[in-house]
């Protein structure tokens, strides 16, 4: 149980297009879901929470306007890298919170984005 | 800000070995602490999550401590193995606002030698 899935696993776009990684809960459902940025040999950083129903609160940095976040559903949260940038490439990973409890975050096995 | 540090930056011991991975964190509003496994260019493996009100966790091998008045964890790996080879990352749960993602270390990059 408690499985996310992510969509697509790589993507590799050209600068100033759109990218949308989907984020998936596939055995439960999950009012929250957080969205973190990986760079290489870096640590992952928190970008934003993603509320289901409500506007997602992003961290301090964090462009919500670069960064779309949408939760339409208990099931699935997405995440559009608008008119990305090669500074934009980086492994993006999701993660989920069961609604019914518990504070356990459960990882999606992430998104490989490369902007050329 | 929370900050949460891991030492070693990294780690290669012998198989067979035990040994023991620490996570220092600032803030000791922390209600849970997770450890994590990471292979190179995979997503995160979840292998112990310790409330704020619990001082240990045990799953198999490993064995998570949480002490909070000292901001410490430690993960232990017992009888180690070259498949435990991996960036192991602890990451404390906050609570703020609503907006309570995980704040994680830097790792501990482990290499377990045959």
């Known amino acids: 149980g408690a499985v996310v899935s992510q969509h697509p696993s790589r993507v590799i776009c050209k600068s100033g297009t759109s990218v949308k990684i989907e984020c998936r809960s596939l055995?439960?459902?999950?009012?929250?879901m957080f969205w973190y940025r990986q760079f290489p040999k870096k640590s992952l950083m928190l970008m934003a929470t993603?509320?289901?129903?409500?506007?997602?609160?992003?961290e301090q940095g964090v462009e919500k306007d670069k960064f779309l976040i949408n939760h339409a559903s208990l099931t699935l949260s997405t995440l559009t890298v608008t008119s990305a940038h090669p500074e934009d490439s980086s492994f993006y990973i999701c993660?989920?919170?069961?609604?019914?409890?518990?504070?356990?975050?459960?990882f999606g096995p992430g998104t490989r984005l490369t902007v050329l | 800000k929370q900050e949460v540090t891991q030492i070693p930056a990294a780690l290669s011991v012998p198989e067979g070995e035990n040994l023991v991975l620490n996570c220092s964190f600032t803030?000791?509003?922390?209600?849970?602490l997770q450890w994590f496994r990471q292979d190179p260019g995979k997503g995160l493996t979840s292998l112990l999550l310790?409330?704020?009100?619990?001082r240990e966790q045990t799953s198999g091998r490993l064995n998570a401590s949480l002490d909070k008045s000292s901001g410490r964890s430690t993960l232990y790996i017992a009888a180690s193995q070259p498949g435990d080879s991996a960036t192991y990352l602890c990451?404390?749960?906050?609570?703020?606002?609503?907006?309570?993602?995980?704040?994680f270390g830097k790792g501990t990059h482990l290499i377990i030698q045959p």
């Open positions: 310790i409330q704020s009100s619990q």
């Open positions: 990451a404390g749960a906050y609570s703020g606002g609503g907006a309570d993602g995980l704040t």
């Open positions: 055995d439960f459902q999950a009012t929250t």
């Open positions: 803030d000791s509003a922390i209600y849970n």
């Open positions: 993603s509320n289901e129903g409500s506007k997602a609160t992003y």
């Open positions: 993660s989920a919170r069961d609604r019914t409890g518990g504070n356990e975050q459960f």
